[in-house]
DNA sequence: TTCCACTCTGGATTCTACTCTGGATTCCGC
DNA sequence: GCGGAATCCAGAGTAGAATCCAGAGTGGAA
């Protein structure tokens, strides 16, 4: 079924957002997807701010977030009744997370870098590479020792 | 009972890298982390190479490696019998996914950023902020439907 | 030399996040 | 207006990752 006007079906939302249909119903039967408008015969339409919104959870789902997680963050945008307060505790949380995410992930890049370079220069990646990989670390992880359930 | 020269338990091993015990040693059943040596009693006996490798898989788990990828992180480590062009191959695969995930992060950095900034401000999150997080990216959600599954 | 926290094993269970099934209904091109 | 594709729903099933459990053994402090 093509889109029709702005709207469009849940078949046409997967193929956008590369969301499979099921996970898309499933999206909605626990919440973090709103119930879309029907059309008479009872299918759901989807207009381009639910592609935005399923992309972005998609996205958060490779970067690491759980369902939880994406359900916090969207709670800020949706919820109007939260105070100030609550919005800038919730996003700088999850700031300093994805602060973090984004420094591992660097590290990460660079010892990939260097191995696949020392690859094609000829040498013989003497690895303990990644064995030292986040070395550094340690004082983060003592810290976070308690956190961790 | 207390780290004894270079090594520790297990109870140690799980406070420093804040993973659960029952874990680790799931780790080792499916091996991604090596059977470590044991004391008279039985016990396993850790050392610092361990606690890196083991934070290692905690990290990247967080930031949405799947412990298959890992796996095959730590193989090109692991296996010193890898031709080079393997290894490169791995890692620039990686690095691909790595590099998409950093960019994403940054954005919601910055949308989260803006959000905490507004707050404070005084503005009322006037938001279809997130709503339009990943808007630009229509073209890339295209490309990967075919890959989704 | 006992006590209690810690660890062992192997198997069962739980949790999260989907994914599938199947029978009914709707849509739409021919 | 018919047939095949798309959608509906409820509920069961699955994969991956972790966690729990019971019963037995270990170790070190008092």
Redesign the interface.
């Known amino acids: 079924m093509r889109p029709r006007g702005q709207e469009y079906t849940i078949g046409v939302l997967s193929?956008?957002?590369?969301?499979?249909i099921e996970t898309i119903r499933y999206y909605e039967k626990i919440g973090i997807m709103p119930s879309p408008p029907r059309s008479n015969g009872g299918y759901r339409l989807y207009r381009d701010?639910q592609?935005?919104?399923l992309?972005?959870i998609r996205?958060?789902?490779?970067?690491?977030?759980s369902l939880k997680d994406i359900r916090r963050?969207?709670g800020?945008?949706d919820d109007k009744s939260y105070t100030?307060a609550q919005?800038?505790q919730v996003?700088?949380e999850?700031?300093d997370t994805?602060?973090r995410?984004?420094i591992?992930?660097?590290k990460?890049?660079t010892v990939?870098?260097d191995?696949?370079a020392d690859?094609?220069g000829?040498l013989?990646?003497d690895?303990?590479?990644?064995?030292?990989?986040?070395?550094q670390?340690?004082d983060n992880?003592?810290i976070?020792?308690k956190?961790?359930?």
């Open positions: 193929q956008y957002s590369g969301v499979n701010s592609l935005r919104r992309s972005f996205r958060s789902r490779q970067l690491g977030f963050l969207l800020i945008v100030c919005v800038q996003a700088l999850q700031l994805i602060r995410k984004i591992d992930l660097q990460l890049e990939l870098n191995m696949a690859c094609s000829g013989v990646p690895c303990p590479v990644i064995d030292s990989l986040f070395e670390n340690g992880d003592l976070l020792t956190e961790a359930k």
